[in-house]
Nanobody, 111 residues
Framework: QVHLVESGGGLVQPGGSLRLSCAAS????????VHWYRQALGKQREWVAS???????IYADAVKGRFAVSRDSAKNTVYLQMNSLKPEDTAVYYC?????WGQGTQVTVSS
């Protein structure tokens, strides 16, 4: 069983930045791919990024150049750095590892 916990969400003005964290139980991130998704109110969940360990992270076109995934294997944590945030980035953000999902963290971009 894997337990994922996201954190770092909040309210930020347009153009601002946030860093989300996805902490996992067990040493799994160092050898496996972690994914980020988001779901805006009333919309379907959409894929944001996929980060393979030791590989190249790929991003959705909507966030490419603004978001970046990193990982700290010692802390078994994956981060999603979000810069130049836009109101349309407002959503609940989730991380996923295989079939396991975190509970999500709310990001609101508003002035």
């Amino acid at each position: 069983q894997v337990h994922l916990v996201e954190s770092g969400g909040g309210l930020v003005q347009p153009g601002g930045s946030l860093r989300l964290s996805c902490a996992a139980s067990g040493s799994i991130f160092s050898i496996n791919t972690v994914h980020w998704y988001r779901q805006a109110l009333g919309k379907q969940r959409e894929w944001v990024a996929s980060s393979p360990s030791g590989g190249i992270t790929i991003y959705a076109d909507a966030v490419k150049g603004r978001f970046a995934v990193s990982r700290d294997s010692a802390k078994n944590t994956v981060y999603l750095q979000m810069n130049s945030l836009k109101p349309e980035d407002t959503a609940v953000y989730y991380c996923r590892y295989q079939t396991f999902w975190g509970q999500g963290t709310q990001v609101t971009v508003s002035s």
